[in-house]
């Protein structure tokens, strides 16, 4: 079993839509969690940091981790044509394990 | 302005060279990696530095080889015992915040083999 499953999409949605982007994972030591965005053919870009349980909001972003179900969700409100990207999970399980395992990715595009 | 640099941004190697990718990062970060993307299977790590004059091995090291002289710098080489080389080579860095840790990527380097 993969330490972290994302399901790759691809996910089509039009302007305006919420989206909702998911990852499971197995390791209950994981604490740190991060959304990545990345467009073709550029380096993934931090998106979203959250530690722990909870939800985090910043601007149409919200990330959300359920650590008893060991499940997080990165909801976009509002989508644009701009957030069509692949997004990626990632986390880690302490400050001095200093390893991240990330999800394969999903697609999203946004049509106008 | 902060960042992590990568060049070069493409690279084509023949068969049975090596090559080196840099990575120069001005962030003051302890921590540097770099990671394999090929397509559907996400990102994979090569190696990772935790120090200067440190790394290990990550999950697909074969091949690879790294060096940490400098805080701000992380060359990789691609040997030509690596079997596979073509990919898209990520290189991140990371620091020890308050409650954790964030990992910032570089641009990238598109790697191929003619």
């Known amino acids: 079993q993969k330490e972290v499953e994302q399901d790759p999409g691809p996910l089509s949605v039009p302007e305006g839509a919420i989206v909702s982007l998911n990852c499971t994972y197995s390791?209950?030591?994981?604490?740190?969690f991060m959304w990545y965005r990345q467009y073709s053919r550029k380096g993934p870009e931090l998106l979203m940091y959250t530690y722990s349980s909870g939800n985090k909001e910043d601007g149409r972003f919200t990330a959300q981790v359920d650590k008893s179900s060991k499940y997080i969700s990165l909801f976009i409100r509002d989508s644009q044509p701009s957030d069509s990207a692949t997004y990626l999970c990632a986390m880690s399980a302490s400050l001095t394990g200093n390893q991240f395992y990330f999800g394969t990715g999903t697609s999203l595009t946004v049509i106008p | 302005d902060g960042g992590i640099t990568q060049s070069p941004k493409y690279l084509f190697r023949k068969e049975g060279q090596n090559v080196t990718l840099s990575c120069e990062q001005n962030?003051?970060?302890?921590?540097m990696y770099w990671y394999r993307q090929d397509p559907g299977q996400g990102l994979r790590l090569i190696y990772y530095?935790?120090?200067?004059?440190?790394?290990q091995k990550g999950d697909i090291a074969e091949g690879y080889s790294v060096s940490r002289e400098k805080k701000e710098s992380f060359p990789l080489t691609v040997t030509s015992a690596q079997k596979n080389p073509t990919a898209f080579y990520l290189c991140?860095?990371?620091?020890?915040?308050?409650?954790?840790?964030?990992?910032?990527f570089g641009p990238g380097t598109r790697l191929t083999v003619l």
């Open positions: 530095s935790q120090i200067v004059n440190d790394f």
């Open positions: 390791n209950s030591a994981f604490q740190y």
């Open positions: 962030l003051n970060h302890d921590a």
């Open positions: 991140a860095s990371s620091t020890f915040l308050g409650r954790g840790n964030e990992q910032f």
